[in-house]
């Protein structure tokens, strides 16, 4: 147990829909992380926060989006579903935000199937 | 940008030594992860380089050479829980943030 909680475990919706996926960092960790895991497309780094403020964004869709709230959880909210956005979205956490950082801590995943 | 390559798949047998290839190319580096992770589950972390050469955890070894853009992952005494995907990462400079680009993953199969 990594000590970083994702809810829920699993999420089936449909096309065109708004869902949101939580992620309560590990005790101390000030840095989440949000990654996009699918069978075609290997482990997409998608964005950070570091202690509420965005600090690195990777290969985000428009259509999604984040935000870490002052007691350091975050969400990741994802609007108008598509087939291709079913995929496991993990949430890590680190203690730091920048270079002095090491190891990540990966959540359980999320299980998103859109329909 | 970044690229990682990893071999897609190995078979081992239990008990042996294999090793796990990585090769890199960044616009900046500034450390190597290798992460477990089994089917369905999370990765999870088993080492880290920044310098040059080899760091030994156990049965579990991870070496870099950062001229070459390479490193490797050396398992030993394989046992067939070590079936999994072996996941290699680069890290990126960035100054304020802290962005992993990982590799496809690369599947071990341990067999009796």
């Known amino acids: 147990d990594s000590g970083v909680t994702q809810t829920p475990k699993h999420l089936i919706t449909a096309t065109g829909q708004r869902v949101t996926l939580r992620c309560s960092p590990r005790?101390?960790?000030?840095?989440v992380y949000w990654y996009q895991q699918s069978l075609d497309q290997g482990l997409q780094f998608l964005i950070q926060y570091y202690n509420g403020e965005e600090r690195a964004k990777g290969n985000i869709l428009e259509r999604f989006s984040a935000q870490q709230f002052p007691d350091l959880h975050s969400e990741l909210n994802l609007s108008s579903l598509e087939l291709g956005d079913s995929a496991l979205y993990f949430c890590?956490?680190?203690?730091?935000?920048?270079?002095?950082?090491?190891?990540?801590?990966f959540g359980p995943g999320t299980r998103l199937t859109v329909l | 940008g970044q690229n990682i390559d990893q071999p897609t798949e190995m078979t081992a047998t239990e008990g042996a030594i294999v090793q796990i290839n990585c090769t890199y190319q960044?616009?900046?580096?500034?450390?190597l992860f290798w992460y477990q992770q089994h089917a369905g589950e999370a990765p999870t972390f088993l080492s880290y380089?920044?310098?040059?050469g080899l760091e030994e955890k156990g049965r579990f070894s991870s070496f870099l050479s950062r001229s070459k853009g390479y490193s490797y992952l050396l398992l030993k005494e394989l046992q067939m829980k070590d079936s999994a995907s072996y996941l290699c990462a680069v890290r990126g400079y960035m100054e304020y943030g802290n962005k992993l680009v990982f590799g496809a993953g690369t599947i071990l199969r341990v067999k009796s």
């Open positions: 890590a956490s680190s203690v730091r935000a920048g270079a002095s950082s090491n190891e990540q801590f």
């Open positions: 005790s101390g960790d000030l840095s």
């Open positions: 960044t616009s900046g580096f500034n450390g």
């Open positions: 380089n920044v310098l040059d």
